[in-house]
């Protein structure tokens, strides 16, 4: 066990006791992040507490407020090709009174919660309702989504997903879950039993953020992966110089050897583009590409880059 300890000076009266406790508890908070495991309450600390607590006590009404979560998806693109092969599921979260929040802010600390599970329920299905409206148009596509390692601990994650399937009447092949290289490493049997599931029910698997946790690359053979995502910060660093570069060429070359496709994440520039094909990439996602997308909008994207040829038909928002 390690301890941890926060503290804090204040006057006798000056202050109530549920104010002390809820700074005592900041304090606690951040002494959990620091190497002496010893805080001191700081106002300025504290005011981020107070918006995370905000952002976790909101989020279950969010959940069931037509108004709050959307999704929005981003294309990701045959290198040689042009054509648009999948779309990355993004959840956007627009509250009353806060506002727009970001999904670096809110995602961080609703997985860090009791509502992790939750999260994910609303993605997929959400999800799922739009590829169903998108399939009844005669668009095909495929939707990459997000998991984290909470997901893979759930009992119950494949009965939920397999209803949520039927229901919705969308193929399993046209769902591909993206986890990190922490969340896949986890070596438990209800993890690994989980993910060849998954895999043998023809859901595509990816490793995202490639290169930036800690996995054993004897251990990478071994997982029933079909993609690699190479994290956006390796692709920005191309432009500092050749050895930049060949870390990217080298990552794209052992991942193809280890029988997996490579999709690189963050492409801005028409040079990484090209410089990324050169490479034998895969697949190109970023901004230079699209912006990520409505649903209308992608049906637009999809017309005005000529990659959509079937009768068009008012599309479902999710």
Same mark, same amino acid.
């Given at each position: 066990m390690t301890p941890s300890i926060g503290s804090?000076?204040?006057?006798?009266?000056?202050?109530?006791?549920?104010?002390?406790?809820?700074?005592?508890?900041?304090?606690?908070?951040?002494?959990?992040?620091?190497?002496?495991?010893?805080a001191f309450f700081s106002p300025s600390f504290d005011v981020q507490?107070?918006?995370?607590?905000?952002?976790?006590?909101?989020?279950?009404?969010?959940?069931?407020?037509?108004?709050?979560?959307?999704?929005?998806?981003q294309p990701r693109v045959d290198?040689?090709?042009?054509?648009?092969?999948?779309?990355?599921?993004?959840l956007r979260w627009s509250h009353p009174d806060l506002g727009p929040i970001?999904?670096?802010?809110?995602?961080?600390v609703i997985e860090a919660s009791a509502y992790a599970r939750e999260l994910t329920m609303w993605v997929v299905k959400a999800a799922l309702t739009q590829l169903a409206a998108w399939n009844a148009t005669g668009l095909r596509l495929n939707l990459s989504i997000n998991l984290s390692a909470i997901n893979l601990q759930e009992d119950d994650f494949w009965d939920r997903l397999g209803a949520d399937l039927a229901r919705s009447g969308v193929d399993s092949d046209?769902?591909?879950?993206?986890?990190?290289? *922490? @969340? =896949?490493?986890?070596?438990?049997?209800r993890s690994?039993? %989980?993910?060849?599931? &998954?895999? +043998?029910? !023809?859901?595509?698997?990816?490793?995202?953020?490639?290169?930036?946790?800690?996995?054993?690359?004897?251990?990478?053979?071994?997982?029933?992966?079909?993609t690699v995502k190479i994290d956006r910060s390796f692709i920005n660093d191309m432009s500092n110089g050749n050895r930049e570069r060949v870390l990217v060429q080298s990552m794209i070359t052992l991942c193809h050897s280890l029988g997996y496709e490579v999709v690189a994440e963050g492409v801005e520039t028409q040079?990484?583009?090209?410089?990324? *094909? @050169? =490479?034998?990439?895969?697949?190109?996602?970023?901004?230079? %590409?699209?912006?990520? &997308?409505? +649903?209308? !909008?992608?049906?637009?994207?999809?017309?005005?880059?000529?990659?959509?040829?079937?009768?068009?038909?008012?599309?479902?928002?999710?």
């Open positions: 804090m000076v204040f006057e006798a009266g000056e202050c109530t006791a549920e104010e002390i406790l809820r700074s005592l508890q900041s304090a606690v908070q951040d002494a959990r992040a620091h190497p002496s495991k010893i507490h107070q918006r995370n607590f905000m952002i976790q006590r909101e989020f279950p009404y969010a959940l069931t407020d037509d108004n709050q979560l959307s999704l929005v998806f290198a040689e090709s042009g054509i648009c092969k999948s779309m990355e599921v993004l970001s999904p670096a802010e809110f995602i961080p046209q769902i591909e879950f993206e986890l990190t290289e *922490t @969340a =896949m490493m986890i070596e438990t049997e690994q039993d %989980l993910l060849s599931t &998954l895999s +043998a029910a !023809g859901i595509r698997l990816s490793i995202d953020d490639f290169g930036t946790g800690y996995s054993s690359l004897s251990y990478l053979q071994k997982l029933p992966v079909n040079e990484a583009a090209e410089l990324l *094909t @050169a =490479m034998g990439c895969d697949e190109l996602q970023g901004y230079w %590409l699209s912006k990520p &997308l409505c +649903a209308k !909008g992608v049906v637009e994207w999809l017309s005005e880059q000529n990659l959509y040829r079937f009768r068009y038909r008012e599309p479902v928002c999710a």
